[in-house]
């Protein structure tokens, strides 16, 4: 088992550089410098588990991802490169907004990427945003406006969408699975890839309810 944990943490290691190398982007590290009870720090999700999420068919060219918690990029830049999706990023903390900026500069896929610096649960869903992207960027309290900003959306102009949550927390999964509007439509295993058995360590996805 030890020589597995290594040997995955060092394929992943060199997953996330080559990826950034590729991308022409710089999206590693984490960084809590300026988060609270409400935002939480800013930690990239894995390239693997972004190439499941690529590979699984449900984005694809026209479609528009909206990843909530941007950070410094990596999910829109990512996406945009391997689907050809529009994506939207939108990041409270401004110095971590300027850096995607940055990485826009240089980045592969810029043409097809946008930034937003703001409060995910006041921001209008734009109408034609029909995916949506969390790794656990806020708190439950934020995240119930922010759903109740996508419904709202979809009520104004109905679309099929997709809500996908990596390692969602416990407290996220209760919020959702209580939203009448929403339903759980399938689950993206990526524990294997990180050479243990955590099952947090997946894509939980949710549609919004035709009926709903």
């Known amino acids: 088992m ?59 060219k026209g479609d528009v991802v909206l990843d909530y918690g941007c950070g410094k990029g990596r999910v829109g830049f990512f996406l945009s490169y391997q689907t050809k999706a529009r994506t939207i990023g939108i990041e409270y903390d401004e110095r971590i907004y300027e850096s995607a900026l940055e990485n826009q500069k240089t980045a592969v896929s810029r043409g097809k990427t946008e930034f937003i610096l703001g409060r995910a649960e006041y921001y209008k869903v734009p109408p034609e945003v029909n995916r949506f992207y969390f790794f656990n960027p806020f708190s439950v309290e934020i995240l119930r406006k922010v759903i109740a900003e996508i419904i709202k959306s979809c009520n104004e102009n109905p679309r099929e969408i997709f809500l996908f949550f990596y390692y969602p927390a416990d407290a996220y999964l209760t919020c959702l699975m209580s939203a009448a509007e929403l339903e759980i439509y399938d689950e993206i295993v990526c524990g294997d890839l990180f050479g243990g058995d955590d099952h947090r360590e997946e894509i939980v996805i949710f549609s919004l309810k035709k009926n709903g």
């Open 2 to 60: 030890g020589f597995t944990e290594d040997y995955s943490r060092g394929a992943m290691a060199y997953n996330e550089s080559t990826w950034d190398k590729l991308l022409h982007i710089k999206t590693s590290g984490r960084d809590d410098s300026n988060a609270d009870l409400y935002c939480y720090p800013y930690e990239p999700t894995p390239y693997g588990v972004l190439e499941r999420l690529a590979n699984s068919g449900l984005i694809r």
